[in-house]
């Protein structure tokens, strides 16, 4: 099994920066890629970020250029810089993984509880 668990949201002023933290652990050599969603108040569930264990990374247009995703995977940990931040980027952020799994044989998506970032004007 894996387990993801996000930390490093909170309160922020508009242009301010965070950094979250998504810790994986259980059988995180079956983990391939990884990704940041977030779900604004009222609204639907959106892609941020995404990155492969290759380092390759892609970004929802709306974060390109002010957020960065990157993983280290000695640690099973992948982050986001967030940069720039606007009051629209309030959102609970949620960690995602892909696994594989030989039960399925197949990739499973995992999901940590999110946490939650607001941004202030």
């Known amino acids: 099994q894996v387990q993801l668990v996000e930390s490093g949201g909170g309160l922020v002023q508009a242009g301010g920066s965070l950094r979250l933290s998504c810790v994986a652990s259980?059988?995180?050599?079956?983990?391939?890629?990884m990704a940041w969603f977030r779900q604004p108040p009222g609204k639907q569930r959106e892609l941020v970020a995404g990155?492969?264990?290759?380092?390759?990374?892609n970004y929802a247009d709306s974060v390109k250029g002010r957020f960065t995703i990157s993983r280290n995977n000695d640690e099973d940990t992948v982050y986001l810089e967030m940069n720039s931040l606007k009051p629209e980027d309030t959102a609970v952020y949620y960690c995602n993984a892909e696994r594989w799994s030989d039960a399925d044989f197949g990739y499973l998506e995992v999901w940590g509880q999110g946490t939650l970032v607001t941004v202030t004007s």
């Open positions: 990155i492969g264990r290759d380092g390759s990374t």
């Open positions: 259980g059988s995180t050599f079956s983990i391939n890629a």
